[in-house]
């Protein structure tokens, strides 16, 4: 995984999320160097249930495309968050944010 290298202007919406929910909703404060990017695409099995987001398909895709951040805050505190992307579109499903593995938000954005 690498460190996200961009300037504010090049930012994605997916890191610009995560740094702003950070900061407005749980008071942390990160700089973008130290957030470390991975785009990956995993099936249901390989993730925890909270990252399948079921309740917006009739039919549950096997694989999902997920946008994942990870950062360290200043206490120790392991923050990752990841955007969830349909099938085949560029379209998010699913917001998550974790702190040292505990579920602390999941927002389904709209149904396919």
């Known amino acids: 995984m690498e460190s996200y290298k961009q300037t504010n202007a090049e930012i994605s ?3 610009q999320w995560f740094m702003e ?3 407005e909703v749980f008071h942390v404060t990160v700089a973008i160097e130290e957030i470390g990017l991975e785009a990956t ?3 249901t099995e390989e993730v925890e249930d909270f990252y399948v987001p079921r309740e917006l398909f009739t039919e ?3 694989t999902f495309l997920y ?3 990870i950062v360290d805050d200043d206490q120790g505190n392991e923050w990752i968050g990841a955007v969830a992307y349909y099938p085949n579109t560029p379209d998010w499903c699913l917001q ?3 702190k040292n593995g505990t579920l602390l938000i999941r ?3 709209s149904n396919i």
Do not use: G, K
């Open 13 to 15: 919406r997916e890191v």
């Open 41 to 43: 695409e995993l099936s």
């Open 21 to 23: 929910t950070l900061e």
């Open 60 to 62: 549950v895709p096997t």
């Open 67 to 69: 946008e994942v951040m």
């Open 107 to 109: 927002n389904s954005i």
């Open 96 to 98: 998550i944010i974790t």
